[in-house]
């Protein structure tokens, strides 16, 4: 089973940490079922930003980015070169590091 190493994030995870999940799995359902609340307004049906990750070690091994994907993540927040929604990134056998941006644009979250 891949691990995914998740660098710290103030509020989903403050030290970090490291969680297994099973090749096939998005790294949103990895991450929600191991107890790490990202956010994911759009019920990972690849209809918002808000589950955004940057993947710092692995991304080639995760699944093909569709034009769906490509589109949105350009409305992302502090989009990057390896930027991924989790709802959408598959995992395959291999390791992967992420980290969660600081900021999402969830205008409900925001209160706006």
Known sequence: ??????????????????????????????????????????EMSCACTTCHVVVRQGFASLGDMDETEEDLLDRAWGLEPDSRLSCQAILSQQDVTIEIP???????????
């Open 102 to 112: 600081k900021y999402t644009i969830n205008h409900a979250k925001e209160q706006h």
């Open 1 to 42: 089973m891949p691990v995914i190493k998740i660098l710290p994030h103030a509020e989903y995870c403050p030290q970090g940490t490291e969680i297994t999940a099973s090749a096939g799995t998005s790294i949103c359902e990895a991450l929600l079922e191991n107890g790490i609340e990202i956010e994911h307004a759009c």
